[in-house]
């Protein structure tokens, strides 16, 4: 017995409650339905992106930079921050409620009639494969010449890692974050994100770490792939304004070209430099040198390091080295006041030493934490305990987000930088707040 969706609130409703009941897929049978629904957009140019941070911002200048060149791009990404919706982006525009349904109810219909090899281990897609699947039936639909697609979590065992056909690859920085499922160490994480390679598949990646290169080195030699490293040598003549970052990149194909990048965080050199470098391999005469420049400085992310309100600042570190890229940025930050920083994280994270970096970085005037909602969110307790364990700073607990915006924010001089930092989830929070009505 099947049951019968047909709003856009139901669709959503459901695939909220996938997590009660499904378990993680094998790839095997992941690629199997999406063999069951058809292989859709497995002729699309597809740009498959992984990484610990920074995934996101490289797919938004990517799938920019491509819409400004006149050609047609899907883009696929996770977490959403506000609505479900945002996960699809074709033409820079997420898809409609009609569209998300539609597309729904596809994955939905081929899951009722699975074939024998599917029903015999009762198959059922899990939260982030039902959205995948749905990713890949819009991009069919609506015939885009290429995909943006960003990795869940990891790149070896990923649902999206199902796809053939990758064009190329990107790796973004590598860093501790979802251990319990990638390993302990960094050359371990990198080896899983390293899975998404494949023989013959240009992959572009930042060359920091020299163990981390090392394995992306190794194992695409193992397989055949081209690597193009991004080293810091190839990025010059940095220079950090108040809302907007100018800097040079080598390319081999154009030596140096000028840059401007329209944010004040530092961490986003490197994630357009992947980007470009990228799109300098794909070799596709309509991205020109000013196609190029015009994309970068349009690209607009949400959530990272966004100016929210004057002098407010939102940003989604939500891992210690996230943290650090925070704290960089912070730095070159001119304040005539006071700085104050409001903190929220979910249990799973490294709250402790995140909490740590932040108040040992001494920037701080006044220190805020807020609960979130939701199951995996920190008891607001431990939150202050882990920040008054590194501080003698008071800090101060909210148990509700708008009193915690209307004392850090409202309550602030002309002169006051205020930073809203940690999980996604207080960003999508902050962000459906500021938007209900009557908010300014």
Not at 106 to 131: A, G, I, N, Q
Not at 141 to 155: A, D, F, Q
Not at 249 to 267: M, R
Not at 306 to 331: R, S
Request: with cysteine; charged share 25%.
């Amino acid at each position: 017995m099947t049951e019968e969706i047909d709003t856009y609130g139901a669709a959503q409703e459901y695939i909220n409650a996938t997590p009660k009941f499904t378990r993680k897929n094998s790839m095997e049978n992941t690629g199997r339905f999406l063999e069951h629904l058809g292989c859709p957009a497995q002729n699309c140019k597809i740009l498959h992106i992984a990484g610990t941070n920074g995934k996101g911002s490289v797919c938004a200048y990517l799938s920019t930079v491509l819409k400004k060149a006149g050609i047609s791009c899907g883009m696929f990404i996770s977490p959403h921050l506000v609505t479900m919706r945002e996960r699809f982006v074709i033409e820079g525009e997420m898809v409609t409620e009609e569209e998300f349904l539609e597309a729904f109810c596809t994955v939905k219909d081929c899951l009722d009639h699975l074939p024998d090899k599917l029903r015999k281990v009762s198959y059922h897609p899990t939260f982030f494969e039902f959205l995948f699947f749905m990713a890949m039936v819009l991009f069919e639909k609506r015939g885009v010449e290429y995909v943006v697609l960003e990795t869940g979590l990891g790149g070896r065992l990923d649902a999206t890692n199902v796809v053939k056909n990758k064009k190329l690859c990107i790796l973004t920085s590598i860093g501790y974050d979802h251990m319990q499922y990638l390993g302990d160490t960094l050359t371990d994480i990198a080896r899983e994100k390293a899975g998404i390679l494949r023989p013959g598949v240009p992959v572009i990646y930042p060359y920091k770490q020299r163990d981390v290169a090392q394995v992306i080195e190794e194992y695409a030699g193992e397989i055949g792939a081209k690597t193009f490293p991004v080293e810091q040598a190839a990025i010059k003549e940095i220079k950090i304004l108040d809302k907007t970052i100018d800097f040079s990149l080598h390319l081999n194909y154009y030596d140096y070209i000028g840059f401007t990048v329209s944010t004040s965080a530092v961490y986003q050199i490197e994630n357009v430099s992947l980007a470009v470098t990228a799109l300098g391999i794909l070799a596709d005469e309509r991205i020109t040198v000013k196609v190029l420049q015009d994309g970068i400085k349009e690209t607009f992310w949400e959530g990272r390091m966004e100016e929210v309100f004057p002098g407010v600042y939102l940003d989604g570190a939500h891992n210690i080295d996230g943290i650090n890229a925070f704290l960089e940025t912070v730095k070159v930050h001119s304040c005539g006041g006071r700085r104050k920083l409001l903190f929220s994280a979910v249990k799973d994270k490294q709250y402790r030493e995140a909490a740590q970096a932040l108040t040992g970085s001494g920037l701080f005037d006044e220190i805020g934490v807020v609960a979130l909602s939701g199951e995996r969110a920190l008891p607001l307790q431990t939150l202050k305990d882990s920040f008054e364990q590194y501080t003698g700073v008071t800090v101060k607990a909210y148990d509700k987000l708008e009193s915690a915006l209307t004392g850090m924010v409202l309550n602030r001089s002309d002169k006051d930088k205020v930073y809203i930092v940690g999980s996604l989830y207080l960003v999508g929070e902050v962000k459906a707040l500021i938007r209900r009505p009557g908010h300014d």
